[in-house]
């Protein structure tokens, strides 16, 4: 069976796509307008260096996921899907009204403050926009609309950054107006998303975030393709945490290049990650083809690699502009590392994402989706904090994608080992 994106302009899947959309691009607007104050305006807070302070904010928007998570997968299981989706757009309205208070009055504890409501409007979006996928859509279709999802996730995180970064030259009333003008976009199209009822009404809330999410966790673990599922995924994540904190820095020291190069670069590997979720999804033809996730992961293996090893001397002389850069053969060679990097990052997770679908019950698919979440955010702390240690010891960036590009065979092995599946199948998508 062929897949086809027919769906993609019909009422079951476009609304929900613009709501991600927008709420990722909010996010990523939000959070770097943030860095941009510190880094360049002298937003401070307490005394702290403008380095840790950035440290700071980040972590203030992850820590959402963390407290959360399970209580949002419960929320997502027992009510209508669409009607939590227009509760938290609206909620990402007063949240902007916050951050543009915050602009005007340079107040950091209120920047920091929409920071932390915009990572909790994130943590309860999120269980929702994966979970009613198989409400919207058909089997054959799942593969497709987890696709597209990744690519609209990418590169709304992908504009987010630059014209977030843009936006704060033009002053306050600026930012404010795109962010407000964002997230109301987003509640006009949660408004149109169809209902997607309650899988399990009887679920419990509970104040105990702990021993909840705890309690989440093991009965994901449980249930031996949501443990494969999630074990990948939270793997990419942290492989996509390392490169992505590090870029900026690697593209001055390794490669020579400008502030303007890494958005190049960022944006080379962004558009990389859809093209692959998408052309992933059509290789599917309507069927979940766990035989990609190998191909994605050896690909990224050998892009990593690749990167790495060309370009492991440190650069020495004035930093390139653009026209410069891209004038070089040889920087040609590290854009299509990065582009393919991204792009069989996009075969990898794909996959991935709907076999945690397909294989959660109905009535736990929420939950799923959101004790993904909570693991993922432990990698990307856990990607932080061995980037350090081997930066620390290494002391050269292209040494530590070398190290986490090796790293990715032994993860592969170990994922393989736990969901034989995925071998079995290696070579199902080639077939008709």
């Not at 990523?28 to 700071?56: D, K, M």
């Not at 005007?104 to 994130?122: D, V």
């Not at 919207?136 to 799942?142: G, I, K």
């Not at 630059?162 to 930012?175: D, E, F, N």
Request: net charge positive.
């Amino acid at each position: 069976m062929q897949a086809g994106f027919d769906f993609f302009v019909t009422r079951r899947f476009l609304p929900l796509f613009g709501t991600q959309f927008m709420g990722a691009f909010n996010d990523n607007l939000l959070r770097t307008a943030v860095v941009v104050l510190i880094s360049y305006y002298g937003l401070s807070f307490l005394g702290l260096p403008a380095e840790q302070l950035v440290n700071l904010a980040a972590g203030i928007f992850i820590l959402p996921f963390f407290l959360f998570s399970a209580t949002a997968g419960k929320v997502s299981e027992c009510f209508d899907k669409a009607r939590i989706a227009r509760v938290v757009k609206l909620a990402e309205v007063g949240i902007m009204l916050l951050t543009g208070a915050g602009l005007f009055l340079h107040s950091t504890p209120m920047l920091l403050g929409a920071l932390f409501l915009m990572g909790t409007h994130s943590t309860f979006f999120g269980p929702l926009k994966y979970s009613v996928l198989p409400q919207y859509l058909n089997s054959h279709e799942l593969v497709g609309g987890n696709g597209l999802i990744e690519m609209g996730t990418f590169l709304a995180i992908l504009f987010g950054q630059i014209i977030g970064s843009l936006m704060m030259h033009h002053g306050p009333l600026a930012a404010t107006a795109i962010t407000l003008a964002t997230a109301l976009t987003g509640y006009g199209f949660s408004r149109a998303m169809p209902p997607a009822p309650p899988t399990a009404q009887h679920l419990k809330l509970s104040l105990n975030v702990v021993a909840d999410s705890s309690r989440l966790v093991r009965s994901a673990w449980r249930i031996d393709g949501v443990r494969s599922a999630i074990l990948g995924i939270s793997w990419f994540w942290l492989m996509g945490a390392v490169y992505t904190t590090q870029l900026p820095t690697f593209t001055r020291l390794h490669l020579g290049g400008n502030a303007d190069v890494y958005t190049l670069l960022l944006a080379v590997f962004s558009v990389g990650i859809g093209a692959g979720s998408v052309l992933c999804a059509k290789l599917s033809r309507g069927r979940l083809q766990l035989g990609l996730v190998l191909a994605g992961s050896l690909g990224m293996t050998v892009a990593g690699t690749d990167l790495a090893l060309g370009a492991l001397p440190l650069y020495r002389g004035a930093l390139l502009d653009i026209a410069t850069f891209v004038q070089s053969g040889g920087n040609w060679h590290h854009i299509v590392d990065l582009a393919c990097l991204g792009f069989f990052g996009g075969f990898f997770t794909v996959p991935l994402y709907t076999w945690l679908q397909t294989a959660s019950p109905d009535a736990f698919r929420s939950q799923a989706v959101a004790a993904n979440n909570i693991i993922n955010g432990f990698y990307m702390v856990a990607a932080a904090l061995a980037s350090a240690l081997l930066l620390g010891w290494l002391h050269n960036i292209a040494m530590l994608f070398l190290a986490v590009s090796l790293i990715n065979v032994l993860a592969l092995a170990l994922l393989v080992r736990g969901a034989p599946i995925i071998w079995k199948t290696r070579l199902a998508w080639l077939g008709r």
